[in-house]
């Protein structure tokens, strides 16, 4: 994929600098539109992961920077856009991503409830997840910070009997990026929970 098409087609990386950050929904579309057609190479509505892989590079070389994506990177990058963990990214989620980058707000998330009636490994997960919230959230405020997400990180991991793990400065940012739905850089308990009951869905565990 040639990034001088990205180029040509009117937006540039420049752009988000010269307007400020904000554009209008209207133009947040099209350029969500334009992506799609850049890179959903089989036209099939969807961007699969190795039209992922072309994105993250072309971005790179926009900035005139040389990057060879690992498959690490893919997965983080499709966890970021796949807003509805789907597995796929679709058009709506590009759309989702353009507006809260380039918009003057944040784009109107989909409410998500916790069902009324979850299996017995769901109920255990998020019982698990209630009390290492709360442990975290020390001023109880019901919400978490980007400060207190690392202790949330570590946390977790102890959990699952990684006593050792330190989160890096980048494993924070994609967590919340993937975590927080409203994009005001706050995690609340709500958020969480939907994160672990998405995680369930994509290993295939069944939650009613």
């Known amino acids: 994929m040639d990034s001088n ?3 040509s087609s009117g937006y540039q990386i420049s752009d988000r600098v010269q307007f400020g950050g904000v554009f209008e929904p ?6 969500a539109k334009q992506v799609m057609e850049l890179y ?16 993250l590079s ?13 498959s690490q990177d893919v997965s983080n990058c499709q966890a970021i856009l796949d807003r509805k963990s789907t597995g796929r990214v679709h058009t709506e989620d590009v759309e989702q991503l353009v ?4 918009s003057g707000q944040p784009p109107a998330q989909p409410v998500k409830r916790v069902p009324e009636k979850l299996s017995r490994i769901a109920q255990e997960r998020l019982e698990v997840a209630r009390r290492i919230f709360k442990f975290v959230d020390k001023d109880g ?4 910070t980007e400060e207190e997400v690392p202790e949330l990180l570590k946390e977790t991991y102890k959990h699952m009997g990684m006593n050792d793990y330190q989160p890096t400065k980048e494993d924070v940012t994609i967590w919340i990026q993937m975590t927080d739905t409203d994009g005001d850089g706050k995690v609340t308990l709500e958020d969480y929970e939907q994160l672990v009951l998405d995680s369930l869905r994509k290993q295939g565990i069944s939650l009613e």
């Open 5 to 7: 098409k990205l180029r």
């Open 26 to 31: 209207e133009k947040c579309k099209q350029i």
């Open 40 to 55: 959903d190479s089989n036209k099939d509505g969807y961007i699969e992961q190795n039209e992922i892989a072309m994105m």
């Open 58 to 70: 072309d971005a790179y070389r926009a900035m005139n920077k040389g990057f060879n994506p690992t």
């Open 99 to 102: 507006q809260k980058y380039f």
């Open 141 to 144: 405020s019901g919400f978490l």
